[in-house]
């Protein structure tokens, strides 16, 4: 039997279609998300890719902003219900989870069993969020894709301290002013990104196994600034960005077995 | 911290700044031989009634002083970040952030202290005061004694308030007796409160100075030599270094010399407290303009001139942030024309709400008053993070350039 | 069900129309008096003739308060001045405004010069409250109201009419009490209903409010309990009316069964008692409130307090409606969150303002929550 889970964010949609609650059959990844028909393109991608048809689904629940929007679920749940089950199944031993996406970062604490015991989202403030690497990376004219190895190059990172979007646009236009190198300020805006959402997870409390995913994630240099405020090993993994749908997937498949 | 980074310099032992630093470092000290000692500690707002436990002979100090050290010192950030794990928002005043976090971090190297055995609280600088010391208390499980001076809507302190704050006043004693030990003695009092007197007269002259043109000191040594105003007030020391201060500036004057180490080419008034964790960059941004500061509201923070015991409470309920908008605007309208300065610079200061909520309006009406340019910047008394440096340089030059412009030079 | 659906409408109809509400009043000549938050006397207002007409600002575009306040003051302030400027208030007589937390005094410091065409009065509480020192000072912060009222209005003051206020003043309190005692257990009480009757208490004379009231109840009294398992949440902060979030409340199968917001329930706590003369019962309450951000407690009784209203309703968790910028509120926080994970009780922080646009984080967090407890 067949269950979807897909994941409509604010850039990106993502889709896992499991079989018998436990086999991943295909995963899709589309570079269109909210307000877009990246989420219908996303699911006709993965059914394509796994030769299965649309009638053959079980049930299907969506997450992510979009999740309201998306008339072919069955069902919906948050991305922090639906990362913390993927993330679990992916591995069991995790027991917080570090999620920085586009518009938001989050801290997710889970039981053995993968349930949700505790969770925070940042503030109001854009520091500490994807969003923050965007502005950044548009005033340095630096691909996002190239953070990690800029910042691995160095061991002079930048002193970025402001928390404020504005005021640290301006300092990273100083610190270029003054002459410090790419590299270094790319080196501290990551670290600023990590002391913002370290200070969010010292307020859930973080627990190993830790596990970092969204699409912040793959930025390696923000990862090793993490584990640097936070003194502990951050487990990554290339399918963190597909945790919010496989969760979503697995929830399918219980819904069917609770309906049964 | 006024200075610049030059080859380590050693004041002449005699002289008042070599003397309030020895005051300021031996508050330190003597706190850890009280400790020692088993005495107890208490903790302390900065504008609470010193009076009452320099009669009762308490040992106590002031977060205030001490998270203004760690800021200078470049430990706020880290401080701040502690809180903020803790749960504590970063909206709330940085000196209550450093402060919260020093209680349970315990050691720290930018400045150590004693933790406390019970809490002196006083709301006469802010509310936010009282939310901060609510929490220390509950924290460490400890006595908390609260003197509540509200703020006043009205120019002149009423009787009713006078008879409020005495009814506390009185309670204070009795409870603090109960919990040291100690014993009020009227004589005692009376005593400190000609030292403090003699403290409060000497600071305020020294400070008074700053009206000569040029000034014989750098303002931002007001800044420095305040923590002295603030943790020894009751103290014949203090007294004397203040006095002596007022001498040295007196010499200056006749010998045309300053602590301002730069030709003086304007005169301005820095409204708020300083930006501790950038307080190098500010000073600097300003000294290199020939901008010196010659006024301040501090002077007036920690100058308790009175007579009698209803008029110490007077005084404790006229600090510059218990009075409204009226009167705060005509005592820095006062010192404006007296210093005859040229430009208001204002920080708005993210961790004072009090302090910078109607800050807009009021110094609107005192450039108006005196006719002179203001500008404003984005800052932070202790938290490093929300400054920028670019914003700051581009108001101060704008605000040079105003005051260039008035004088006729270009 | 219709008469109760009609009697919510006109709670949900007065919330959502303050301005229409003082048209009707200054119709009837009757000289209003604005009340800011938070625990302005009404009661004394009341007595004098004058209609104490409430004001927690509104969700509103911060533009013209910019000029006074700088970005890090709450929204309430912002928008009350925001309203003042526009003229929301133009027709009333004078606005109270208390000094119970540092934006406060700011605000009353701002009026004079933003909105010159309303008096500013100022209410001086004492903190040490419950002294006898103390209420005397609280007392000469009511007087200090009465002589302004009377030279600005005309009015005049007498004991023997405040006993009448207090009275009608302590039924509401009950009124209110009641309804959020039954409330709790009717689905049929969204989220949204259950603010409207709290809200709209301040644009209404409050005898006719609690007619209003006793009507809701007897409607609700014959409906039949339906049996729908909910959420059960205690909110706690300084205000949660945000339309959104209460859209959001109710999407995720919450009934908030008590609260703990200064807008709603903190006002309703206490009454007065008897006391030698009229303002003495009034001083005697302020002395006797407590729980509040606002109001000294070194023993923070706030957080315990919340516990217990949990145990009392059965709650499954509390939603803190964090002001943003309110520090008082962010100091509590703290503590509320340490007793919680003590006593195995889930949390959820959100963050309000009046000038939110974006409620997705918000909805996601309730969703997570509701989830989680679910």
Known sequence: MYTLGIDIGSTTSKCVLLEDGNKIIATSLVVAGIGTNGGIKCMNEVLENAKVKREEIAYIIAT???????????????????????????????????????????????????????????????AGTGRFLDVMATILQVPIAEFETQARSTKEP????????????????SQLANGSKVECVIAGICNS???????????????????????????????????RELQVSIKYSEHSQLMGALGAALFAYEKIGAAE | MG?????????????????????????????????????MIGWCASNFPQEIFQTLGLTVCYPENQAAAIAARGGGGRLCEVAEGEGYSNDICAYARISIAYSQVKDIEEQNMPQPDYLLCCNNICNCMIKWYENLAKELNIPMILIDIPFNPDYKVSKEEIAYVKGQFLDAIRQLEEITGKKWSDEKFEEIMKISNRTSKAWLEATSFCKYNPSPLNGFDLMNHMAVAVCARGTVEAAEAFELLAKEYEESVKNGTSTFRAEEKHRIMFEGIACWPHLRFTATELKSRGINLVATIYADAFGFIYDDFDGLIEAYCNVPNAINLEHARDKRTAIVKNNKVEGLLVHVNRSCKLWSGFMYEMSRQIAEECNVPLSTFDGDQADPRNFSEAQYETRVQALTEIMEANKGVR | MAALQDILQEFHRIAASPQEQMKHYLAQNKKIVVCSPVYTPEEVIHSMGLLPFGTWGTDMEIKEAKAYFPAFICSVMQSILELGIKGAFDGASAIVIPSLCDSLKCLGQNWKYAVPGIEFVPMTYPQNRNTTYGKEFTKAGYQRVIADLERITGETFEDEKLHKSIEIYNAHNQAMREFSEYAKNYSVITAADRNAVFKSAFFLEKSEHTALINQLLEALKETELADVKKIRIVTSGILADAKELLAILNDNNIQVVADDIAQ??????????????????????????????????????????????????????????????CDPEEFDYVVVK??????????LLIEVDRQMVNYEQVRTAVQTFSEMLG
């Open chain 3, 338 to 347: 340490k007793i919680c994970e003590e006593k195995e009780i889930p949390l």
């Open chain 1, 64 to 126: 992510g902003y979009g999740r309201k929007n998306f008339s072919e679920a069955n069902g919906e749940l948050s991305e922090l219900s639906c990362h913390a089950k993927g993330v679990h199944f992916a591995d069991p031993e995790v027991r917080t989870i570090i999620d920085i996406g586009g518009q938001d970062a989050k801290v997710i604490r889970l039981n053995s069993k993968g349930i949700l015991e505790n969770f925070l989202m940042n503030d109001k403030c854009a």
């Open chain 1, 158 to 173: 930048a002193k970025i301290s402001s928390t404020c979007t504005v005021f640290a646009e301006s300092e990273v236009i």
């Open chain 3, 264 to 325: 709603e329930s903190r006002q309703y706590r206490v009454d007065c008692p008897i006391a030698a003369t009229a303002l003495d019962r009034l001083a005697e309450k302020f002395a006797t409130m407590n729980n509040c951000s606002v109001l000294y407690d070194v023993n923070k009784g706030r957080a315990s307090y919340l516990t217990e209203l949990v145990q009392e309703n059965k709650a499954d968790g509390i939603i803190y409606a964090l002001t943003k910028f």
């Open chain 2, 3 to 39: 200075e610049e980074a030059k080859p380590k310099y050693i004041p002449d032992p005699n002289s008042a700044k070599a003397k309030l630093g020895k005051i300021a470092k031996e508050h330190y000290d003597n706190l850890w031989i009280a400790k020692e000692k088993g005495e």
């Open chain 1, 193 to 227: 990104v990590a002391s913002r959402v370290a200070g969010l997870a010292k307020r859930v409390g973080v627990k190993e196994e830790v596990f970092m995913s969204g699409g912040v994630a793959r930025n390696g240099g923000v990862r090793d600034a993490l584990e």
